[in-house]
């Protein structure tokens, strides 16, 4: 597998996780407390990220950075913020 396939594998999986994870945090937040839907959004992240460098083969904080982590966080508090207010 070359690395524009395992760039591609780990931003796909943790664009889905991410939209998921905003749906669920509206759903955390409106039970309890922002800061636990927060809390729950970074374990799902490390947990993302420790399949994808599995599935991919990659290892370090580096890559994974800039193939998961910085998009799941964008696209997280942005489906967050848009099921929250769909919600309203």
Do not use: D, P
Not at 3 to 23: F, Y
Not at 33 to 40: N, Q
Not at 59 to 71: F, L
Request: proline share 0%; no cysteine.
């Amino acid at each position: 597998m070359n690395e524009l396939a395992q760039s591609r594998i780990s931003l796909g999986m943790h664009a889905v996780v991410a939209i998921v994870m905003g749906w669920i945090s509206v759903e955390i937040a409106a039970m309890s407390r922002s800061l636990f839907a927060i809390i729950a959004a970074l374990v799902i992240l490390y947990a993302t990220g420790f399949v994808a460098q599995k599935v991919t083969g990659q290892k370090g904080i580096k890559w994974w950075a800039i193939n998961g982590m910085i998009i799941y966080l964008f696209i997280w508090f942005i489906s967050w913020t848009l099921f929250f207010n769909l919600a309203l």
